[in-house]
């Protein structure tokens, strides 16, 4: 059996981690200013979607396996983490602790704006990736169409190129990757600061068409890629410097649907609660410390194997009553 792959698990649980920081941070910053939480929401943005996307597209390898579980794996979680999402959003703004970014709210499910509009995204790349694969320049072509998409709303093609790149990509050069020295990966790091203080904040917004960022589509092509540029080279900076050991938060990214399922419930929402009880955010250094131990803690929980347990128990009972033969099933 071949041995775990130790590196991906843990860019997972720290891309995990950024997800949850990014939530939280989107509460607290004011647009326009460019306060400490404001770049660093920018700088997050910059690199940690497309990594997941490379990540995922990684252990593509098998197309036909990818499709033929694209359903089980992918769109019945998408579909129990949505519906539970919009569930919880009518909820908060009912009780009236929805007061931040009302386009997190959205109660669509086919095109959600919460953060599961990636495993939408994922369900569909799995479904073509064979057909992808098979053009001739597919990465020229998830290029185009991931500048062009925006030019209406929908975003499914957006990070389509880190999934190709992921696909293409091979051990040998990941290890090539991995023996570049780690100072430079450091310093290409601390160069993302740049674009994410001076680059407009909707450099990032992926889910949203050019002219509604108040671009014009040229000006959104080339920050478009601008944005592809910069998360590679940042994506290829964690690759080198993350272990490939078993580490203690490997745990979290073995469970990675489940806990990018649980920290999208719980950040930022579950944070606003405690802040608001705690009056955290009357200090910008200890709301920073406080966003940071919450996101740590409601990964590890998430990633718990009581919290996995419910959800296997939900999820294998959702198959059943779906799918005729479960006898397969894999978790």
Not at 159 to 180: A, D, H, M, P, W
Not at 186 to 204: E, Q, R
Not at 260 to 278: D, E, K
Request: hydrophobic share 55%; net charge positive.
């Amino acid at each position: 059996m071949k041995e775990r792959n130790y590196l991906f698990d843990n860019i997972k649980a720290l891309m995990l981690l950024l997800v949850a920081i990014g939530h939280i941070l989107d509460v607290y910053i004011d647009d326009g200013n460019n306060t400490v939480f404001y770049i660093a929401m920018k700088y997050i943005y910059l690199f940690h979607m497309p990594v997941f996307a490379f990540v995922s597209g990684y252990f593509t390898k098998d197309f036909d396996r990818a499709r033929n579980k694209a359903v089980k794996g992918v769109l019945i979680p998408y579909l129990i983490l949505q519906t539970g999402y919009v569930i919880v959003a009518a909820i908060m703004i009912y009780l009236g602790l929805a007061k931040f970014n009302a386009g997190v709210f959205n109660y669509s499910i086919i095109l959600p704006s919460s953060a599961f509009y990636y495993l939408l995204a994922l369900f569909v790349w799995k479904l073509i990736a064979k057909d992808i694969m098979s053009l001739r320049c597919p990465l020229v072509i998830s290029t185009v169409l991931g500048l062009l998409i925006s030019f209406t709303k929908y975003d499914v093609f957006s990070l389509l190129i880190f999934y190709v790149l992921g696909i293409k990509c091979t051990e040998s050069i990941i290890n090539k990757i991995r023996k570049v020295p780690h100072v430079i990966a450091v310093f290409v790091l601390l160069l993302g600061l740049i674009p994410a203080s001076v680059c407009p904040y909707s450099i990032h917004s992926i889910r949203l068409n050019y002219e509604s960022e108040g671009f014009t589509n040229i000006e959104g092509m080339l920050w478009r890629c601008l944005f592809y540029i910069v998360a590679i080279v940042m994506g290829m900076a964690i690759i080198n410097l993350l272990p490939a050991t078993k580490t203690f938060c490997s745990k979290i990214g073995m469970r990675a649907i489940l806990v990018y399922g649980g920290s999208t419930f719980l950040a930022p929402s579950g944070y606003v609660l405690i802040c608001n009880l705690l009056h955290l955010d009357r200090n910008n250094m200890v709301n920073a410390l406080g966003i940071l131990i919450f996101s740590i803690l409601i990964l590890f929980v998430c990633s718990s194997d009581i919290i996995n347990n419910i959800y296997q128990f939900i999820y294998n009972k959702i198959i059943g009553l779906l799918f005729k033969n479960t006898s397969q099933l894999e978790k």
